[in-house]
Protein backbone atom coordinates (compact mmCIF):
# COMPACT_ATOMS: atom_id res chain seq x y z
CA UNK A 1 0.00 0.00 0.00
CA UNK A 2 1.19 3.39 -0.84
CA UNK A 3 2.46 5.82 1.89
CA UNK A 4 -0.62 7.97 3.57
CA UNK A 5 1.83 10.99 3.59
CA UNK A 6 3.03 12.65 0.42
CA UNK A 7 5.09 15.22 0.57
CA UNK A 8 6.13 17.74 -2.69
CA UNK A 9 9.15 19.54 -2.78
CA UNK A 10 12.67 20.67 -4.64
CA UNK A 11 15.16 17.79 -4.72
CA UNK A 12 16.93 19.33 -2.17
CA UNK A 13 16.50 20.04 1.70
CA UNK A 14 15.87 23.35 2.91
CA UNK A 15 12.37 23.85 3.18
CA UNK A 16 11.35 20.20 2.81
CA UNK A 17 13.71 18.65 5.63
CA UNK A 18 11.79 19.96 8.64
CA UNK A 19 8.82 17.62 7.34
CA UNK A 20 10.98 15.08 6.34
CA UNK A 21 12.56 14.72 9.68
CA UNK A 22 9.03 15.03 11.54
CA UNK A 23 7.71 12.31 9.95
CA UNK A 24 10.77 10.38 9.68
CA UNK A 25 10.77 10.95 13.68
CA UNK A 26 7.73 9.83 14.12
CA UNK A 27 8.44 6.76 11.96
CA UNK A 28 5.54 7.90 9.80
CA UNK A 29 5.93 6.52 6.11
CA UNK A 30 5.36 9.07 3.19
CA UNK A 31 6.06 9.26 -0.32
CA UNK A 32 9.42 11.60 -0.47
CA UNK A 33 8.20 13.22 -3.80
CA UNK A 34 11.46 15.10 -5.14
CA UNK A 35 10.71 17.03 -8.41
CA UNK A 36 12.71 18.70 -10.28
CA UNK A 37 13.05 22.25 -11.62
CA UNK A 38 12.54 21.58 -15.73
CA UNK A 39 9.02 19.94 -14.30
CA UNK A 40 8.32 22.53 -11.34
CA UNK A 41 6.60 25.05 -14.24
CA UNK A 42 3.66 22.39 -15.30
CA UNK A 43 3.34 21.78 -11.37
CA UNK A 44 2.72 25.24 -10.08
CA UNK A 45 -0.18 26.25 -11.18
CA UNK A 46 -1.84 23.00 -9.21
CA UNK A 47 -0.13 24.38 -6.06
CA UNK A 48 -2.58 26.53 -3.51
CA UNK A 49 0.10 29.62 -4.08
CA UNK A 50 2.34 28.65 -6.54
CA UNK A 51 5.01 26.88 -4.08
CA UNK A 52 5.86 23.90 -2.30
CA UNK A 53 6.32 22.25 -0.27
CA UNK A 54 3.03 20.53 0.22
CA UNK A 55 1.87 17.85 2.11
CA UNK A 56 -0.91 15.16 0.85
CA UNK A 57 -3.23 13.33 2.91
CA UNK A 58 -6.33 11.38 2.77
CA UNK A 59 -7.49 13.53 -0.09
CA UNK A 60 -6.53 16.57 1.26
CA UNK A 61 -3.77 19.00 0.51
CA UNK A 62 -1.35 21.00 2.97
CA UNK A 63 0.95 23.86 2.35
CA UNK A 64 3.15 26.40 4.06
CA UNK A 65 6.34 24.20 5.80
CA UNK A 66 6.02 25.81 9.17
CA UNK A 67 2.03 25.07 9.55
CA UNK A 68 2.67 21.33 8.32
CA UNK A 69 5.64 21.29 10.73
CA UNK A 70 3.36 22.53 13.79
CA UNK A 71 0.40 19.48 12.60
CA UNK A 72 3.42 16.96 12.31
CA UNK A 73 4.85 18.12 15.81
CA UNK A 74 1.32 17.50 17.00
CA UNK A 75 0.72 14.16 15.44
CA UNK A 76 4.47 12.73 16.84
CA UNK A 77 3.86 14.46 20.48
CA UNK A 78 7.49 17.29 19.97
CA UNK A 79 5.01 20.03 20.85
CA UNK A 80 4.88 22.09 24.39
CA UNK A 81 3.00 20.97 27.44
CA UNK A 82 0.74 24.41 27.25
CA UNK A 83 -0.07 27.08 25.40
CA UNK A 84 2.90 29.00 26.77
CA UNK A 85 5.69 26.48 26.12
CA UNK A 86 3.77 25.94 22.40
CA UNK A 87 4.22 30.33 21.98
CA UNK A 88 8.12 29.60 23.19
CA UNK A 89 8.46 26.86 20.32
CA UNK A 90 6.83 29.40 17.96
CA UNK A 91 9.18 31.45 19.11
CA UNK A 92 12.02 29.88 18.38
CA UNK A 93 10.88 28.65 15.26
CA UNK A 94 10.03 32.35 14.01
CA UNK A 95 13.62 33.10 14.91
CA UNK A 96 15.28 30.08 13.00
CA UNK A 97 13.20 31.17 9.81
CA UNK A 98 14.24 35.11 10.35
CA UNK A 99 17.99 34.10 10.35
CA UNK A 100 17.55 31.97 7.05
CA UNK A 101 16.01 35.01 5.53
CA UNK A 102 18.62 36.84 6.03
CA UNK A 103 21.05 34.48 4.54
CA UNK A 104 18.62 33.76 1.59
CA UNK A 105 17.49 37.56 1.24
CA UNK A 106 21.54 38.34 0.47
CA UNK A 107 22.02 35.30 -1.70
CA UNK A 108 19.14 35.83 -3.92
CA UNK A 109 19.36 39.05 -4.44
CA UNK A 110 20.61 41.41 -7.74
CA UNK A 111 22.21 44.25 -6.13
CA UNK A 112 25.38 46.14 -7.99
CA UNK A 113 28.46 44.35 -6.62
CA UNK A 114 29.45 47.09 -3.90
CA UNK A 115 26.04 47.17 -2.34
CA UNK A 116 26.51 43.78 -2.00
CA UNK A 117 30.14 43.36 -0.75
CA UNK A 118 28.74 46.30 2.49
CA UNK A 119 25.64 43.48 3.12
CA UNK A 120 28.03 40.80 3.24
CA UNK A 121 30.06 42.68 5.87
CA UNK A 122 27.04 43.25 7.99
CA UNK A 123 25.53 39.75 7.73
CA UNK A 124 28.71 38.17 8.22
CA UNK A 125 30.12 40.37 10.76
CA UNK A 126 27.12 41.63 12.71
CA UNK A 127 23.28 39.67 12.19
CA UNK A 128 24.52 36.28 11.88
CA UNK A 129 27.16 36.46 15.39
CA UNK A 130 24.46 38.48 16.66
CA UNK A 131 22.17 35.47 16.70
CA UNK A 132 24.06 32.48 16.67
CA UNK A 133 25.46 34.55 20.39
CA UNK A 134 21.56 34.66 21.44
CA UNK A 135 20.62 31.26 20.72
CA UNK A 136 23.67 29.46 21.81
CA UNK A 137 22.73 31.23 25.27
CA UNK A 138 18.82 29.70 24.45
CA UNK A 139 20.68 26.25 23.89
CA UNK A 140 22.77 26.61 27.29
CA UNK A 141 19.30 27.39 29.17
CA UNK A 142 17.37 24.66 28.11
CA UNK A 143 20.35 22.13 28.63
CA UNK A 144 21.10 21.70 24.95
CA UNK A 145 17.36 22.20 23.68
CA UNK A 146 16.54 25.24 21.72
CA UNK A 147 13.07 25.79 24.02
CA UNK A 148 11.30 24.54 27.10
CA UNK A 149 13.77 22.60 28.56
CA UNK A 150 13.56 19.55 26.25
CA UNK A 151 13.65 17.91 22.93
CA UNK A 152 10.66 19.29 20.78
CA UNK A 153 9.93 20.14 16.99
CA UNK A 154 11.83 23.60 17.29
CA UNK A 155 15.35 21.56 17.59
CA UNK A 156 14.15 18.91 14.26
CA UNK A 157 13.50 22.34 12.34
CA UNK A 158 16.92 24.30 13.45
CA UNK A 159 19.33 20.90 12.95
CA UNK A 160 17.45 19.82 10.00
CA UNK A 161 18.08 23.63 8.49
CA UNK A 162 21.06 23.36 9.27
CA UNK A 163 22.89 21.80 6.13
CA UNK A 164 21.22 24.38 4.01
CA UNK A 165 21.87 27.20 6.09
CA UNK A 166 25.71 25.96 6.16
CA UNK A 167 25.57 26.04 2.35
CA UNK A 168 24.86 29.54 2.30
CA UNK A 169 26.84 31.05 4.65
CA UNK A 170 29.66 28.58 3.00
CA UNK A 171 30.50 27.54 6.45
CA UNK A 172 29.42 25.63 9.60
CA UNK A 173 27.36 28.42 11.10
CA UNK A 174 27.35 26.33 14.43
CA UNK A 175 30.98 26.07 14.19
CA UNK A 176 31.88 28.55 16.91
CA UNK A 177 28.31 27.69 19.51
CA UNK A 178 29.01 25.12 21.67
CA UNK A 179 25.90 24.76 23.06
CA UNK A 180 24.02 24.60 19.78
CA UNK A 181 26.57 22.09 18.53
CA UNK A 182 24.79 19.80 21.63
CA UNK A 183 21.66 20.37 19.92
CA UNK A 184 22.78 19.32 16.58
CA UNK A 185 24.40 16.08 18.73
CA UNK A 186 21.20 15.30 20.46
CA UNK A 187 18.43 15.57 17.46
CA UNK A 188 21.37 13.68 15.26
CA UNK A 189 21.78 10.86 17.73
CA UNK A 190 17.84 10.46 18.00
CA UNK A 191 17.58 6.76 15.95
CA UNK A 192 14.94 7.43 13.49
CA UNK A 193 16.50 10.94 12.20
CA UNK A 194 19.97 8.99 12.30
CA UNK A 195 18.31 6.20 10.41
CA UNK A 196 16.47 9.17 7.69
CA UNK A 197 19.74 10.70 7.43
CA UNK A 198 21.83 7.66 5.91
CA UNK A 199 18.62 6.73 3.89
CA UNK A 200 17.89 10.32 2.27
CA UNK A 201 19.73 11.20 -1.22
CA UNK A 202 23.25 12.26 -0.05
CA UNK A 203 24.08 14.66 -3.16
CA UNK A 204 21.72 17.44 -2.43
CA UNK A 205 21.52 19.57 0.47
N1 LIG B 1 6.28 30.34 3.23
C1 LIG B 1 6.37 29.24 2.32
C2 LIG B 1 7.50 29.50 1.35
C3 LIG B 1 7.60 28.43 0.29
C4 LIG B 1 8.70 28.72 -0.72
O1 LIG B 1 9.37 29.78 -0.68
N2 LIG B 1 8.89 27.78 -1.64
C5 LIG B 1 9.87 27.92 -2.69
C6 LIG B 1 10.96 26.86 -2.60
S1 LIG B 1 11.90 27.00 -1.11
C7 LIG B 1 9.19 27.70 -4.03
O2 LIG B 1 8.20 27.00 -4.13
N3 LIG B 1 9.75 28.32 -5.08
C8 LIG B 1 9.31 28.15 -6.43
C9 LIG B 1 8.44 29.27 -6.93
O3 LIG B 1 8.08 30.18 -6.16
O4 LIG B 1 8.10 29.23 -8.13
C10 LIG B 1 6.62 27.94 3.10
O5 LIG B 1 7.24 28.00 4.17
O6 LIG B 1 6.15 26.88 2.68
Do not use: H
Not at 40 to 53: D, E, I, R
Not at 82 to 95: G, H, P, Q, Y
Not at 144 to 159: E, I, Q
Amino acid sequence: MAPAYKLTYFDFTALGEPIRFLLSYGGIEFEDNRIQRANWPALKPSTPFGQVPILEYNGKLAYQSIAICRYLAKQVKLVGKDDWEDLEIDATVDTITDLRLKFAQYIFERDEQAKKEKEKQTLFNETIPYYMEKLDAMAKRNNGYLAVGRLTWADLFFVSMLDYISLMAKKDIIGGSPNLQIVRENVLKIPSIKAWIEKRPKENL
